[in-house]
Structure formats: C-alpha cells, structure tokens
C-alpha cells in the first residue's frame, strides 16, 4: 500500500473510533512519507488520547 492508501485507511479507523488501527495506519503511512499528512494526523489523535484516556494510552 502507498503512504496515501494508509493515511486515508486511518482516517476511516478513526472516523469508526478505532484510535489505535487508526494511529497504527498513520505510522505505517509516516514510514512510507515522512511528509505525509498521517504526521499531523497521528499528533492530533496522540493529543486527543492524552487527554481524554490518560489510563488506557501512555505515549
């Protein structure tokens, strides 16, 4: 799969509230293109998991 295809397959995880296939599709993007959206993407759900799940993700 291109950079584009995982960015785009994490941002369905998401939308269906699966945080962590989504964050895992966004490295798997970011590892294909470090200039890839999945960069953004993945700080923005890291963000959101650190604040709202303290107990269940620890970065």
């Known amino acids: 799969?291109?950079?584009e295809q995982w960015y785009q397959q994490g941002?369905?995880?998401r939308?269906?509230?699966?945080?962590h296939?989504?964050?895992?599709?966004y490295i798997q993007?970011?590892?294909l293109d470090p200039d890839s959206?999945?960069?953004e993407a993945k700080q923005?759900?890291?963000d959101?998991?650190?604040?709202?799940?303290k107990d269940m993700y620890n970065p």
């Open 29 to 31: 993007a970011m590892e």
């Open 21 to 25: 296939e989504a964050i895992n599709c």
């Open 48 to 53: 959101i998991m650190a604040f709202y799940c």
């Open 44 to 46: 923005m759900l890291d």
């Open 37 to 39: 959206p999945a960069v």
């Open 11 to 13: 941002n369905e995880a």
């Open 15 to 19: 939308r269906e509230g699966k945080w």
């Open 1 to 3: 799969m291109t950079a």
